[in-house]
């Protein structure tokens, strides 16, 4: 007998309950709040509307049908299954935060708080869970999927990281980076920046885009589904052994960009999240391109 859908419910902490971690009670974290001209009143309201929209999507889950609740920082402990429904209630960066862990289950996004935030990826709101649960179960759901594509850094000593938006080649802190770089369609520089970004067409919208409108580039920033990367190198130097003729490019599916280290310590992170990095040392070579695994978003 096959097992009822079961419905994953990813969430994060809120900044009142990170307050009240941090502070031990909610007249310690007003009073510290207090004293810096802020007030609790505005982030208790804001955990009131988010809790209420997780409430309101778990009481949304059909009674015959498992369920499960998943906190941001325990991603990484948590196995996820392949007929699994994952509803992220929270921000867009949230869907980012769980793509990397996932293999093809539909992910439907819902926004805990519209109108702050742009509701890129959480495109939902709470009263619709409901029916995009039962959608996300149908036969024919693919057609309603958006396959958006990732992007995947694999060193030489098989370290492997996945990002939705980009991934960032580095200095750990944030101090100049060496290495060489080879890109398609010419030859390998070395190199001396404040790091490599190398993104998706969601990322398009974030980190990349700040780097491609910083240096007024005519770069054609991909699309989210298409399965092609934009790349810039940040604030290249140039010297007698760096050069600076290859800061930005695109990859087409099956291409890379590959860089080998030439200094102590690299790192390479993704979606923002420096706590989850590949460490890189001298001589270590890491390749970046689209990976075959793509966050399948329920439209």
């Known amino acids: 007998m096959s097992l009822s859908p079961r419905v994953v ?6 900044e009142y309950e990170e307050l009240i971690a941090r502070h031990g009670t909610r007249g310690q974290a007003e009073f510290f709040l207090s004293r810096r001209g802020r007030s609790l009143a505005e982030a208790e309201q804001r955990h009131h509307r988010a809790r209420a ?3 309101e999507v778990s009481a949304a889950v059909p009674l015959d049908w498992r369920q499960a ?12 299954a392949p007929e699994d429904v994952v509803v992220v209630v929270g921000q867009d960066g949230l869907v980012a935060n769980a793509a990397k862990y996932l293999a093809g289950q539909p992910v439907v996004g819902i926004d805990a708080e519209p109108g702050r935030n742009a509701g890129v990826l959480v495109r939902h709101r709470a009263e619709q869970a409901g029916p995009l649960l039962r959608a996300a179960v149908l036969p024919g759901v693919e057609r309603r999927l958006e396959l958006r594509t990732m992007v995947e850094a694999v060193a030489d000593d098989t370290q492997r990281l996945l990002a939705l938006n980009e991934i960032y080649l580095g200095q750990p802190g ?48 991909p699309a989210p589904t298409a399965p092609r990367l934009s790349w810039f190198v940040r604030e290249a130097w140039p010297s007698p052994v ?18 080998t280290v030439e200094s102590e310590l690299l790192v390479a ?4 999240i420096e706590s989850d990095a590949l460490q890189l040392t001298w001589g270590q070579t890491v390749r970046v391109g689209p990976a075959a695994q793509r966050l399948h978003l329920l439209a």
Do not use: K, M
């Open 174 to 221: 944030h101090q100049t980076a060496r290495y060489r770089l080879a890109a398609p369609g010419g030859a390998a520089e070395s190199q001396a920046s404040s790091g490599v970004l190398v993104g998706t067409g969601t990322g398009a919208t974030g980190w990349c885009r700040s780097a491609w409108l910083e240096r007024s580039s005519r770069l054609d920033l």
């Open 242 to 259: 760096t050069g600076t003729s290859r800061v930005e490019g695109l990859l087409d599916a099956e291409q890379q960009l590959v860089l």
């Open 9 to 14: 419910l990813i969430h994060r902490r809120t």
């Open 269 to 272: 992170f993704g979606d923002g």
């Open 69 to 80: 609740r998943v906190e941001r920082s325990d991603l990484d402990r948590f196995l996820f």
């Open 53 to 55: 929209a997780l409430a």
